[in-house]
């Protein structure tokens, strides 16, 4: 199974942008997806996950400016970012998780779609 990533692109500081995560497979309605980024230079991190049933969680560095959502219907999990800042610049990536708190995954890793924060 693997999802594919969309919605990048270049943002000022404090701006919004929207990712969307996609896929045609079968186990997407049953499935928690989580969202990660990796940032020049650093390791892949988990930004925050939504389960089968809409609950979600996030990375202390996102609370507040990051939401999670997700439509069944269109087997779709968008990532809505706001008040970005320069440090929030990375690929980021989504991917299924065995668990809620997306210890580990078992999706293949998409190219991901790059985000820049930049003035």
């Known amino acids: 199974e693997q999802l594919v990533e969309s919605g990048g692109g270049l943002v000022q500081p404090g701006g919004s942008l929207r990712l969307s995560c996609a896929d045609s497979g079968r186990i997407f309605s049953r499935s928690t997806v989580g969202w990660f980024r990796r940032a020049p230079g650093k390791q892949r991190e988990l930004v925050g996950a939504i389960t089968s049933g809409g609950t979600t969680n996030y990375a202390d560095s996102v609370k507040g400016r990051f939401t999670i959502s997700r439509d069944n219907a269109e087997t779709t999990v968008y990532l809505q970012m706001s008040s970005l800042k320069p440090e929030d610049t990375a690929v980021y990536f989504c991917?299924?998780?065995?668990?809620?708190?997306?210890?580990?995954?078992?999706?293949?890793w998409g190219q991901g779609t790059q985000v820049t924060v930049s003035a």
């Open positions: 991917n299924y998780c065995t668990d809620s708190g997306c210890r580990l995954t078992f999706g293949s």
